[in-house]
C-alpha cells in the first residue's frame, strides 16, 4: 500500500478544480501546486468519474511529484 500513514484516507489534503481550456488546478492543503493539461487533465477526468476518493488523492499525490521532501521550514516565528 502506498500510504502506509493513511494520510490520503484521513486527512484528503489534496484537491482540484477544473479550470476552463481542459486545466486543472492541483492544491496541497490549500495552497496550488501545479497545474495540469493535456494527457493528465484527461487522466484526472478519468479518475474523478471512477468515484473513489482513495484512489482520487493517491492520483493527485503522484501527478504532483516529488514536491515535498520533508526539509522544508514551516515558518513559524
Known amino acids: 500500500m502506498e500510504d502506509r ?3 490520503l484516507f484521513d486527512e484528503k489534503p489534496f484537491a482540484y478544480k477544473l479550470l476552463k481550456d481542459k486545466k486543472a488546478q492541483i492544491s496541497y492543503k490549500q495552497k496550488v501546486v501545479t497545474i495540469i493539461t493535456g494527457k493528465e ?3 484526472l477526468v478519468r479518475v ?3 468515484d473513489n476518493p482513495y484512489e482520487l488523492q493517491l ?3 503522484k501527478i ?3 514536491f515535498k521532501h ?3 521550514k514551516d515558518n513559524q516565528e
Open 70 to 72: 520533508g526539509n522544508e
Open 48 to 50: 474523478i468519474a471512477m
Open 5 to 7: 500513514r493513511n494520510i
Open 64 to 66: 504532483t511529484g516529488n
Open 41 to 43: 487533465y484527461n487522466k
Open 59 to 61: 492520483f493527485l499525490a
